[in-house]
């Protein structure tokens, strides 16, 4: 009996595991088979209050489309002129498919090396192929990609350079540390605002619905305690589902509200 107990408890602790790793945003390591079940992933983007919406006008993850020649080129060459960069940047370090994100040290192809952003990819190649035409979609963000030898390792890696958004993520700026809990809410009630107008706006005009809207991912810039401008950065792997033709736009707002407001906590 004691020994049937055990393993009861075993596939408990284990079961326990795998659901903290994907509501924690983590990427499941046999990615070939959970990543084609939009339920499952979706579990590790929506809090588990809101697990059991369904929302049939979100497709699948945005790295399982058609991706074209052209797009599987990306990172064939190897960038001149980047043989090693700086250091790297607060809020930088390795995630679930990067090596660590940090700045040029010296000028590329015309852009100051401080307004360049490295990011070290990590295979599959796929979630960099689709990484790279998102930022294209979204953005004027992108500069280059290509191999790099010296960062993160002394082999060739995949790079992706971007251009340096401004702001900070709104927990680091001081004028939202030092504003009252009225304030606080104020600025959240914009930024839920300008964030989800973006989505929606991205949604309508690309069926391609912003999903990771952690505060890591909204930079922001403050006039004292107003919200000057916000840009939403990081364009990778989970974080972006395909949506059907006939989205509502209604819907793609609801969804985006609940969502930020369930990452945004005061």
């Known amino acids: 009996m004691a020994s049937i107990l055990k393993f009861f408890s075993f596939l408990f602790i284990i079961n326990a595991s795998s659901l903290v790793l994907t509501t924690c945003g983590a990427a499941p390591t046999h990615s070939p088979t959970i990543h084609s079940h939009k339920a499952a992933i979706l579990s590790g983007l929506d809090t588990m209050r809101h697990f059991f919406i369904q929302r049939p006008w979100i497709l699948d993850v945005y790295n ?14 190897t960038l001149q ?31 100051k090396a401080s307004d360049v952003v490295a990011k070290a990819m990590m295979e599959p190649f796929e979630n960099g192929y689709a990484e790279v035409k998102a930022l294209r979609t979204f953005s004027d963000l992108y ?20 251009k340096k958004v401004p702001g900070q993520p709104i927990r680091s700026c001081r004028e939202y540390r030092m504003a009252s809990t009225e304030q606080r809410t ?7 605002k300008m964030v989800c107008s973006q989505v929606v706006k991205w949604a309508l005009e690309h069926r391609l619905l912003f999903a990771d809207l952690h505060q890591g991912n ?30 509502k736009e209604d819907d793609i707002q609801s969804w985006c509200l609940a969502r930020f407001a369930d990452k945004w906590v005061m």
């Open 64 to 77: 399982h489309i058609a991706l074209s020649p052209s797009d599987r080129q990306v990172f064939s060459k």
């Open 218 to 247: 909204i930079m922001v810039v403050m006039e004292g305690t107003t919200v000057k401008s916000m840009q939403i950065i990081d364009f990778g792997y989970p974080g972006i589902f395909t949506v059907t033709a006939n989205a």
């Open 186 to 192: 104020a600025i959240h009630t914009t930024l839920q």
């Open 143 to 162: 500069i280059d990609s290509g191999m790099v030898s010296g960062w993160p390792s002394a082999n060739p890696s995949p790079v992706l350079l971007m």
């Open 81 to 111: 002129g980047v043989s090693a960069v700086g250091s790297q940047m607060r809020n930088g370090a390795a995630g679930s498919w990067s090596n660590g994100v940090a700045v040029l040290i010296e000028d590329y192809k015309g852009h």
